[in-house]
């Protein structure tokens, strides 16, 4: 599978990956960031952006499909930033490819499983794609019923685009996404720890990565290393850009010990 992606910048590759509902427009704010001192190549997931659609939504696939981009562009071993869902491709790409991955970032996400949390937004997304949509306004009207909270609704209106029929649909493969929902919530596969420099962030008001996973993130990542974003939920990257921008940096220009 040919994943879309952007690439800006030069220097030491970095490779950024987006999460669930996504695209590589999301993590622009990193990527402009990042790309005044490294080659930039930020991705679409399969099943979202402009990427290819595909039955198949799991996490070794996901990885393959970014090595394979790696692959056809030419780069051996990048840094790997992920946030979420991309974040977890991020980490199941260490542990498939270790020798493919410089540093790891992962933002805001655990190597664990997770309970469903996204119920009512694939009920909005669902709406959505069953009405005749006359315009943002409309769709924003309609996914109200199932999400308050106003940032969510504009990130979802992001992925809504008209097709070549003049009509409104969603860029990602809402089927494969809602079928394939356990496979997003499941833990990576991982059978011994990666050893690969790598670079926790979590926004200090989200409980996506609590503390009683520290054993297993330590197992996983013997090399792992945290830093607590405050004033930030899940969005942390958008909620305070300029520090996780700069935790970013630091964490991938620090000299090696």
Partial sequence: ????????????????????????????????????????????????????????????????????????????????????????????????FEDRVNRLVVLDIAPVSYQARHTEIFKALKNVASQNIADRKHADKLMQVHIEEVGVRQFLLKSLAKNEHGDFQWRFNLAALDEKYENIL????????????????KGNESDYILPTYRDVIMSRFTNAKAKIIHGAGHWLHAQKPDAVNKSILDFLRATKA
Wanted: glycine share 8%; net charge negative; proline share 3%.
């Fill in 1 to 96: 599978m040919r994943l879309n992606y952007k690439q800006t910048g030069q220097g030491e590759p970095v490779i950024i990956i987006h999460g669930l509902f996504g695209s590589l427009e999301n993590l622009n704010v990193i990527a402009n960031a990042l790309s005044d001192h490294f080659l930039v190549t930020n991705i679409d997931l399969r099943n979202h952006g402009r990427s290819p659609h595909a039955a198949t939504m799991d996490y070794p696939s996901m990885a393959k499909d970014v090595i394979d981009l790696m692959d056809n562009l030419n780069i051996e071993q990048a840094h790997i930033v992920g946030h979420s869902m991309g974040g977890k491709v991020a980490m199941q790409l260490a542990h498939l």
């Fill in 186 to 201: 499941a833990d990576i596969k991982a059978n011994d720890s990666c050893l690969c420099d790598t670079l926790f962030i």
